[in-house]
């Protein structure tokens, strides 16, 4: 089982001259199995911890453990590119690429073999056929962009997922179409960590955190 351990982080940001510390002493787990929704309202500090989880910022004061080893010791880029995989709002698509060739590029980045029919598998069971996966990305709607993005966190089989307002620009049926499939991931063994402002997604969750004025609790 995996284990991330985020210990008492404070981070604060320097706004011109004055210090703004958006997290003042964050405890919180995650374990494979589950799937965990970090909700708050703008500006309590929920971006900023789910960057630090992310390893896309670095950690000021505390630490982050995985299975036990810190982030800082496996290094922010070697985290992100064997243990995490990130799922945005906006997608973060190549606009220029099939669908397919959008999961190939993130299977090239791991430096992972594959074969086509391999991506093509990976895009079919998140409800991507073949003729889909060699379309343009913008000729997909939003919900099967987001099911790309997806795909490409499933292709290269990172033992943890955060996802960024997933579906904010979804509507509800997506939204819920969306959230059943990272619940599968969950169950799959994964960890899967999503910020939302969406009590509807909150609902899929097994722990939610909720964080105000920089601190969090479940």
């Known amino acids: 089982m995996n284990k991330l351990e985020v210990k008492d982080i404070r981070f604060t940001y320097e706004d011109g001259q ?3 510390t958006v997290l003042k002493g964050v405890n919180a787990e995650f374990e494979s199995g589950k799937l965990y929704c970090i ?6 500090g929920k971006t900023t911890l789910i960057s630090l989880i992310s390893a896309l910022d670095n950690l000021q004061e505390g630490d982050i453990l995985f299975n036990g080893k810190s982030i800082k010791a496996i290094g922010n ?3 992100r590119l064997k243990y995490v995989n990130i799922v945005f709002q906006s997608y973060n698509l190549l606009t220029y690429m099939t669908a397919r060739e959008n999961v190939e590029v993130a299977i090239d980045y791991a430096g992972i073999k594959y074969d086509k029919n391999y991506v093509y598998e990976i895009l079919a069971k998140l409800g991507i056929d073949k003729e889909k996966a060699d379309r343009p990305i ?3 709607s939003g919900g099967e962009q987001q099911r790309v993005a997806i795909a490409r966190c499933v292709a290269t089989d990172d033992p943890i997922i955060v996802a960024d307002e997933p579906t904010g620009n979804l ?5 819920m179409k969306i959230m059943e499939i990272f619940k599968g991931l969950a169950k799959e063994g994964k960890i899967v960590i999503i910020v939302s402002h969406s009590k509807n997604v909150s609902k899929y969750a097994d722990i939610v955190y909720k964080i105000k004025k920089g601190l969090i609790d479940s």
């Open 18 to 20: 004055k210090a703004n």
């Open 39 to 44: 909700m708050g309202e703008s500006g309590s």
């Open 171 to 175: 509507d509800e049926d997506t939204e």
């Open 77 to 79: 880029s070697a985290f």
């Open 138 to 140: 913008l000729k997909l």
